[in-house]
């Protein structure tokens, strides 16, 4: 558990990264590119939620689950209640909207300002996890994201239901 806990710590330096590169006021753009400061902030904040939600989503569902475990080994498993669980799954899926939401709003962003034709002019433009050659792809994938995680939010209120009727 303790290892779990320290792996934020390559998030908490790539989030710092981002945040610097953006600053430089030409980052993740390609060297065919003439961005404006607005241009390489917009890139940089979504690839910072999109490390963020991911962080807490990857990281945090883990820790969640070995503490469970742990709790459940110790015979402490009444100590947490349904709706915390509830809750937690509520957590979770709203990180991975935020993560979606990024990469959908980073694609469009690409399409409106330097797309042609479907695909970037000058070449592929990254932050983080997200790399974009077509920004169509980007955005249906973050369309798909979303999409699931509406169905995590559904099966998070039937959570809720079923724990008030046991």
């Known amino acids: 558990m303790i290892f779990t806990q320290t792996s934020f710590i390559p998030y908490l330096t790539t989030i710092t990264s981002i945040g610097r590169a953006a600053r430089s006021g030409a980052a993740f753009f390609g060297p065919g590119y003439i961005p404006s400061e607005g241009d390489v902030k917009f890139v940089g904040a979504m690839g910072i939620l999109g490390m963020a ?34 809750g937690r799954m509520r957590f979770y ?64 209120f039937c959570l809720g239901v079923l724990a008030n009727v046991t």
């Open 93 to 156: 899926t709203a990180m991975l909207m935020i993560a979606g939401l990024a990469q959908l709003l980073l694609g469009s962003y690409l399409a409106a300002n330097f797309g042609r034709g479907g695909r970037l002019e000058n070449g592929t433009v990254g932050v983080a996890m997200f790399v974009v050659n077509y920004p169509a792809i980007s955005i249906f994938i973050g369309l798909i994201q979303m999409i699931n995680t509406a169905w995590g939010f559904a099966r998070s």
């Open 53 to 86: 939600s991911y962080a807490f989503t990857f990281v945090g569902a883990i820790s969640f689950m070995q503490f469970s475990l742990f709790a459940f080994q110790s015979g402490n498993y009444k100590q947490r209640a349904a709706k915390y669980y509830e």
